[in-house]
């Protein structure tokens, strides 16, 4: 059976108020020491062109009906010939994006920054709360949970007759790691909260590639139904009168 532990307030003071503010200072020291760390890179004219096309023609598929029959047409086969159209990708021409991250110096670069300014610091900071902090019972969450959420929130703590409400210090560390983002969004910004595991997903390679997006582009406007919403109006707007004057 399950024992309630009474929480002294020296742990409080000592173990989870020091935790949760030294995890919100690196993060915010991490955030500006990547800033510097970056290096001003020109955007390649080719990516910001094929970026524009992609913008022009979701535009034009979310305007369609808006514009006659014959004027869809023409700017469609103007986006989707496979002669030379902008979105018409070779296939021997499509690029991989990893070769191309890899290919650029400064990217590669800039990315092993970035894993660094992410790396260090929390190594750095687990094995600072792992041997200050390790085995200590830090905070009781105010609600029951189930046996399956034991593993994740008394991490080092080997105990099955403690509460699953429980917290433990190392615990209460990969929770600040995963879930200040809503905080640093209210300090930094929205576009500039560090995100750990947005982090963790750039580092496992994956890259933009833009002869996925053009061809998808170019499905979406291929099997797009044009219909014309203009003779329409008058109707709408005939019907929109009589129910005003009724």
């Known amino acids: 059976m399950a024992e309630d532990l009474v929480l002294d307030t020296a742990i409080r003071d000592w173990v989870l ?3 949760s503010v030294v995890m919100v200072l690196i993060g915010i020291l991490r955030y500006f020491v990547s800033k510097l760390m970056l290096s001003s890179q020109v955007p390649d004219p080719k990516i910001v062109k094929e970026g524009q096309v992609i913008v022009r023609a979701r535009n034009l598929r979310a305007a369609a009906n808006f514009i006659p029959p014959k004027s869809f047409r023409s700017r469609r086969v103007y986006f989707s010939n496979e002669e030379n159209g902008l979105l018409f990708v070779p296939k021997g021409q499509a690029q991989n994006p990893q070769a191309q991250m890899f290919s650029d110096p400064n990217m590669a670069m800039d990315m092993m920054k970035k894993n660094l300014s992410m790396i260090i610091p929390q190594t750095l900071t687990f094995a600072w709360v792992n041997f200050f902090f390790s085995g200590f019972v830090a905070a009781k969450i105010p609600f029951p949970l189930t046996q399956r959420f034991r593993s994740m929130l008394q991490n080092g703590i080997d105990l099955s007759s403690v509460d699953v409400s429980y917290v433990s210090s ?3 560390y990969f929770l600040n790691l995963f879930g200040l983002r809503g905080l640093f969004s209210l300090i930094l910004g929205e576009e500039n909260a560090t ?6 997903m ?9 002869s996925k997006s053009l061809g998808a582009e170019k499905d979406g406007l291929d099997i797009l139904q044009h219909e014309w919403a203009l003779p ?6 005939e019907a929109v009168l009589k129910k005003l004057v009724r």
């Open 17 to 19: 108020i020091p935790l």
């Open 170 to 172: 190392r615990s209460w």
């Open 195 to 200: 995100d750990d595991t947005q982090r963790m």
């Open 202 to 210: 750039q580092m496992s390679g994956f890259g933009f590639d833009p």
């Open 232 to 237: 329409k109006f008058e109707h709408r707007a």
